[in-house]
């Protein structure tokens, strides 16, 4: 099956700094999503991103298919941006494969 | 509008009854999914609905568990004889057509 990694496993942050968390898949997918998962457990959508660039307020992600990698940018870290983010691929209307996260701590 | 919704949020029951949980997904979804997040194993698929499509329950973990969704609509996962490796979030999801999924905040159960 199609394997997904995530890098760094963790990344502590000071607030307002910036940061890149990477999503590689070892196969063809047409489907990749980026969540959030806050403190509550609830996993949040994020982008829905199989190819191209997308951005949303302090948020962006690139997903290159032919190089099977994605990135999320965050700028200007927040507390509130602590948590867990995943990325999960898929092909066409399939189940999710969930990456193992990159856990975020954001310090005032 | 209203997003996915789980019930219980939390259950906590002895080893060996049986649990239901409780999925009502985005009203016009077509898609519904669970799947399971524990310590050990991260997020894993569960099972998979589409429209009238038989279900993908390739992902189900032993005959112990079973799930039917009704109308097209709610959708309610059985756990017989639950066992302390049960002990795990749920969570649901939906989508429409199948494509960007949305996720319940989850039931959490435990097993004592």
């Known amino acids: 099956g199609i394997q997904v990694e995530q890098s760094p496993p963790d990344l502590i942050l000071q607030e307002g700094a910036n940061s890149t968390l990477r999503c590689n898949f070892s196969?063809?997918?047409?489907?990749l999503q980026w969540f959030h998962q806050n403190p509550w457990g609830q996993l949040i959508n994020l982008f829905y991103?199989?190819?191209g660039t997308k951005q949303n307020g302090r948020l962006s992600a690139t997903t290159v298919a032919t190089e099977r990698y994605s990135l999320l940018y965050i700028s200007s870290s927040q507390t509130t941006d602590s948590g867990v983010y995943f990325c999960?691929?898929?092909?066409?209307?399939?189940?999710?494969?969930f990456g193992t996260g990159t856990r975020l701590q954001v310090f005032p | 509008g209203a997003g996915v919704s789980q019930s219980p949020s939390n259950k906590v029951t002895e080893k060996g009854k049986d649990v239901e949980l409780r999925c009502d997904p985005i009203?016009?979804?077509?898609?519904l999914y669970w799947y399971r997040q524990s310590l050990g194993q991260g997020l894993e698929f569960l099972i998979y609905?589409?429209?009238?499509?038989?279900?993908?329950k390739s992902g189900l973990p032993s005959d112990r568990f079973s799930a039917e969704r009704t109308g097209g609509s709610v959708s309610t996962l059985t756990i017989q004889r639950t066992q302390q490796e049960d002990s795990a979030v749920y969570l649901c999801?939906?989508?429409?057509?199948?494509?960007?999924?949305?996720f319940g905040p989850g039931t959490r159960l435990t097993v004592t």
């Open positions: 999801a939906s989508s429409f057509r199948g494509y960007e999924q949305y």
């Open positions: 196969d063809s997918v047409n489907n």
């Open positions: 991103i199989p190819s």
């Open positions: 999960a691929v898929g092909r066409d209307t399939d189940k999710l494969i």
């Open positions: 009203s016009g979804h077509t898609a």
């Open positions: 609905f589409q429209g009238n499509s038989a279900p993908d």
